[in-house]
């Protein structure tokens, strides 16, 4: 990653505490409206915590992450203590970055990129996003993403986060290829987006499910016969975009941007579903 990973985790970091400090706690984060501002501050908080154990306990096993999950203190109660928690946590990681290589290995959630680096990117682009809820929670505009930054984060998406939705699928559902999406950034490579969906009845209680997943699709043959669809845009729309982060468009502080999407309407219909879900 050609981006100081470090610098910009804690700037994000800032950034985002910066905006949610002032605002009622309770105040509905509107792209994640499950969530308060307290909640988006706790996250970053707790996320930063767990991957700085992740790191310093060399943790490379499920049973190993369990007993962290297990491990975390509970949430303060008080905004000033979680203020000073948040501080102390992203220093941690930081710490922990700053010591390790990418290609050590590491825990991660997603089985073909267990390293350092998978934490280092994951970790931008988790600072950055949530920096975006939080400023569009306190009313925007939105600080700038780099070029680079935006670039790298439509690969993150693609590459791990859609990705490796295909592991977390029971092996009592079944899976079909329903439509194919080409992904043009402004001078970018064009990437084909394969969407399929699972499906299935769950033994244990007879809930139904059917649900998309997303990847690239190295081979355009396996496309063929799909309703195909195009989504094309700057690459800091894409990805906002693909980070379920599209009404965040309406605030950058240099003026609205688009992702265009055309095609069948049945493909549209199918991305649309994978967009929905959006990534926390």
């Known amino acids: 990653m050609s981006i100081d990973a470090i610098a910009l985790i804690d700037e994000e970091a800032e950034r985002l505490t910066t905006a949610l400090a002032p605002l009622d706690p309770a105040q509905q984060v509107p792209t994640c409206p499950e969530w308060t501002a307290e909640d988006l501050l706790w996250h970053l908080t707790e996320v930063h915590e767990f991957w700085t154990r992740i790191l310093g ?10 007993a962290i999950e297990e491990s975390i203190p509970p949430r303060p109660e008080q905004r000033p203590a979680l203020l000073q928690r948040r ?10 970055l700053s010591a390790r290589t990418d290609e050590e290995p590491a825990w991660f959630w997603y089985s073909k990129e267990r390293t350092v680096g998978a934490t280092r990117r994951m970790q931008v682009h988790e600072a950055t996003i949530h920096r975006v809820d939080a400023e569009l929670t306190a009313g925007g505009p939105l600080s700038p993403i780099s070029p680079d ?5 439509l690969e993150h998406v693609l590459r791990v986060m859609w990705p490796a939705g295909f592991e977390w699928i029971p092996d009592w559902a079944s899976v079909h290829p329903v439509a194919a999406i080409e992904i043009r950034p402004d001078g970018g490579a064009v990437r084909l987006l394969g969407i399929s969906r699972w499906s299935g009845t769950r033994p244990r209680d007879g809930k139904d ?15 063929d016969g799909l309703p195909r669809a195009t989504a094309s845009g700057s690459a800091l729309a894409l990805n906002l975009w693909a980070w379920g982060r599209g009404a965040a468009l309406e605030h950058l502080a240099d ?15 199918q991305l649309a579903a994978l967009i929905a879900q959006g990534h926390d």
């Open 57 to 66: 306990d060399h943790a490379t096993t499920d049973e190993q992450v369990r």
């Open 255 to 269: 003026g609205p941007d688009t992702v265009e999407i055309q095609g069948d309407p049945e493909a549209v219909q």
């Open 149 to 153: 930054v935006s670039a790298a984060g």
């Open 87 to 96: 501080t102390a946590a992203t220093q941690g990681l930081l710490a922990q």
């Open 209 to 223: 499910f059917d649900a998309p997943v997303g990847r690239l699709l190295e081979n355009s043959a396996d496309a």
